[in-house]
T-cell receptor, first 114, second 108 residues
Framework: DVKVTQSSRYLVKRTGEKVFLECVQD?????MFWYRQDPGLGLRLIYF???????EKGDIPEGYSVSREKKERFSLILESASTNQTSMYLC?????????????FGPGTRLTVT | KNEVEQSPQNLTAQEGEFITINCSYS?????LHWLQQHPGGGIVSLFM???GKKKHGRLIATINIQEKHSSLHITASHPRDSAVYIC??????????FGQGTRLTINP
């Protein structure tokens, strides 16, 4: 079974703090994704990575950066957390082609910025 | 207007009822996904389809490419089916565009 894990289920941070959200997948997937999910807005793509050290901006990259130093790990960084970044963050991964288009999701991290 | 619209947004039914959730989209797609999200957040993929119909247990998903419409049906619904169901369309190779989700509650 594909497993995507996220470092925390719940996180509370203060405004201005630097926040790291970690995601690890164990199936040698090339692609990894970070989404945020907000009521009424659904899931929106923040960033995705198609290879080690490669990244592309999604629909809402402002205020976020990412790091992918190893194939299995994709980190989302909030350089200076703000209250409008309070949200559910979901990581996903998949293969590059063929039947691997299906994305496998992690359990999510509910981040509260106070 | 969202590129992916789901209806209804909320649905409450009694155990045993036949459930239909609809998804309409306005963009070109290479495939459509139906996802399930239980309380607590984890999302699992139910179906990925690009034409016709797929069935898995009590779940059936259909898609009409010409009409840009898909439906998810649940037969003999059960309280454990209570979850948020999300439609997502695949544009190109990797970009998923998500609907807002349908919150389904099945009462015993």
């Amino acid at each position: 079974d594909v497993k995507v894990t996220q470092s925390s289920r719940y996180l509370v941070k203060r405004t201005g703090e630097k926040v790291f959200l970690e995601c690890v997948q164990d199936m040698d997937h090339e692609n990894m994704f970070w989404y945020r999910q907000d009521p009424g807005l659904g899931l929106r793509l923040i960033y995705f990575s198609y290879d080690v050290k490669m990244k592309e901006k999604g629909d809402i990259p402002e205020g976020y950066s990412v790091s992918r130093e190893k194939k299995e790990r994709f980190s989302l960084i909030l350089e200076s957390a703000s209250t409008n970044q309070t949200s559910m963050y979901l990581c996903a991964s998949n293969l590059s082609s063929g039947s691997g288009y299906e994305q496998y999701f992690g359990p999510g991290t509910r981040l509260t910025v106070t | 207007k969202n590129e992916v619209e789901q209806s209804p947004q909320n649905l409450t039914a009694q155990e045993g009822e036949f459930i239909t959730i609809n998804c309409s989209y306005s963009v070109g797609i290479s495939a459509l996904h139906w996802l399930q999200q239980h309380p607590g957040g984890g999302i699992v993929s139910l179906f990925m389809l690009s034409s016709g119909k797929k069935k898995h247990g009590r779940l059936i998903a259909t898609i009409n490419i010409q009409e840009k419409h898909s439906s998810l049906h649940i037969t003999a619904s059960h309280p454990r089916d209570s979850a948020v169901y999300i439609c997502a369309v695949l544009q190109g190779a990797q970009k998923l565009v998500f609907g807002q989700g349908t919150r389904l509650t099945i009462n015993p």
